[in-house]
């Protein structure tokens, strides 16, 4: 009889192939050499999970680290208050989990699958052989971790203007991935969430921002469907997010 996480591989639309193409080709190792990225794809195990299932909690034994091939995690701090909101998503081409690889400790924050989930992980002791063997491509595991810095500071700086409308238009993005980017494609960019957990990223309540995005799919801005959230017009939202701040 086929275990879980086979039958739920077999479900999955993606193959192995398929997977390491997609990790490739986009976020952090897109721009890594190839000797290292195909080093690290692998030493990939494929692991699907359910939407709504745990990766690991705050506070777990160190451990490996994770590349999204498909679907979305929601990534939630461990250093804030208890029941903190998800400060971030993460979609294809996201990694993280790189706290234990630098400090041997414990985890600090908690990764959930929001969606169905396809994640490459590669195991912290494999992980740390590669690097004993090539101590040069730590550069490349801090190009990663600034990027991580990167995303921790957007975060914050959106979080610090008083406009509501400035806020939401901001988050929408950066879940997104086009916070300060197009996407390749162009055209409309789907997010996994919904109302309810954008209203807690944003720091904004659930009667605040549904007028928000009422007025964002109004203008033809947004469009809202069932736990997802269509950006239609990126460039008019960066111009929202990034306007001079006010307190509305």
């Given at each position: 009889?086929?275990?879980k996480?086979?039958?739920?591989?077999?479900?999955?639309?993606?193959?192995?192939?398929?997977?390491r193409?997609?990790?490739?080709?986009h976020?952090?190792?897109?721009?890594?050499?190839q000797?290292?990225?195909?080093?690290?794809l692998?030493?990939c195990?494929?692991?699907?999970?359910?939407?709504?299932?745990?990766?690991?909690?705050?506070g777990?034994?160190?451990?490996?680290?994770?590349?999204?091939?498909?679907?979305?995690?929601?990534?939630?701090?461990?250093?804030?208050?208890?029941?903190?909101?998800?400060?971030?998503?993460?979609?294809?081409?996201?990694?993280?989990?790189?706290?234990?690889?630098?400090?041997?400790?414990?985890?600090?924050?908690?990764?959930?699958a929001l969606?169905?989930?396809?994640?490459?992980?590669?195991?912290?002791?494999p992980?740390q052989?590669?690097l004993?063997?090539h101590?040069?491509?730590?550069?490349?595991?801090?190009?990663?971790?600034l990027?991580?810095?990167?995303?921790?500071?957007?975060?914050?700086?959106?979080l610090l203007?008083?406009?509501?409308?400035?806020?939401?238009?901001?988050?929408?993005?950066?879940v997104?991935?086009?916070?300060?980017?197009?996407?390749?494609?162009g055209?409309?960019?789907?997010?996994?969430?919904?109302?309810?957990?954008?209203?807690?990223?944003?720091?904004?309540?659930?009667?605040?921002i549904?007028?928000?995005?009422?007025?964002?799919?109004?203008?033809?801005l947004?469009?809202?469907?069932?736990?997802?959230?269509?950006?239609?017009?990126?460039?008019?939202l960066?111009?929202?997010?990034?306007?001079?701040?006010d307190?509305?």
């Amino acid at each position: 009889m086929l275990d879980k996480r086979t039958r739920l591989w077999q479900n999955s639309a993606m193959n192995t192939a398929q997977a390491r193409r997609r990790l490739s080709d986009h976020g952090w190792l897109a721009a890594m050499p190839q000797e290292f990225r195909l080093a690290l794809l692998d030493r990939c195990e494929w692991q699907p999970f359910k939407a709504g299932e745990t990766i690991y909690l705050a506070g777990d034994s160190p451990g490996g680290i994770y590349g999204v091939c498909e679907g979305a995690l929601a990534m939630t701090s461990g250093l804030g208050a208890p029941l903190s909101p998800v400060a971030h998503v993460g979609g294809p081409g996201t990694w993280t989990g790189f706290g234990p690889l630098l400090t041997g400790q414990p985890r600090r924050g908690t990764l959930q699958a929001l969606t169905p989930l396809l994640a490459a992980h590669v195991p912290l002791r494999p992980l740390q052989i590669l690097l004993q063997d090539h101590p040069e491509w730590w550069r490349h595991i801090a190009q990663e971790m600034l990027m991580e810095f990167d995303t921790a500071t957007t975060v914050i700086g959106d979080l610090l203007t008083r406009s509501g409308p400035r806020r939401c238009a901001a988050t929408l993005l950066r879940v997104a991935g086009c916070r300060r980017q197009d996407t390749p494609a162009g055209g409309p960019v789907q997010t996994q969430v919904s109302q309810q957990m954008l209203a807690e990223m944003a720091n904004l309540s659930r009667s605040r921002i549904s007028p928000i995005l009422a007025d964002f799919s109004k203008r033809g801005l947004t469009r809202l469907e069932y736990r997802t959230i269509w950006l239609l017009d990126v460039p008019a939202l960066r111009a929202i997010a990034d306007a001079d701040d006010d307190d509305r």
